[in-house]
Nanobody
Framework: QVQLVESGGGLVQAGGSLRLSCAAS????????MNWFRQAPGKQRELVAV???????SYLNSVKGRFTISGDNAKNTVYLQMNSLKPEDTAVYYC?????????WGQGTQVTVSS
């Protein structure tokens, strides 16, 4: 059973930075892709960043140039570095791992950006 545990969320002022971590129970490069999603109150969950195994990361347009997804296979951990945060980035952020047609989710971590 794949397990994912997010951490690093919190309250930050607009313009600030946070780094989210997602610790996986298996090697992150054993998955087809690692993803970060977010869900704001009253809104649908949206894909923020995806890191395909051996491929180039891609990002939601609204976070391009501000967010960076990366991985440390030695630590089985994926990161989401978030800079220049805006109030509209406020959401619960979820890590997800894709493996042969299945998607596994973490429990989420709250990010709140104050204006």
């Amino acid at each position: 059973q794949v397990q994912l545990v997010e951490s690093g969320g919190g309250l930050v002022q607009a313009g600030g930075s946070l780094r989210l971590s997602c610790a996986a129970s298996d090697s992150i490069f054993s998955f087809n892709a690692m993803n970060w999603f977010r869900q704001a109150p009253g809104k649908q969950r949206e894909l923020v960043a995806v890191m395909p195994s051996g491929g180039t990361p891609s990002y939601l347009n609204s976070v391009k140039g501000r967010f960076t997804i990366s991985g440390d296979n030695a630590k089985n951990t994926v990161y989401l570095q978030m800079n220049s945060l805006k109030p509209e980035d406020t959401a619960v952020y979820y890590c997800a791992a894709d493996l042969f047609g299945s998607r596994y989710w973490g429990q989420g971590t709250q990010v709140t950006v104050s204006s």
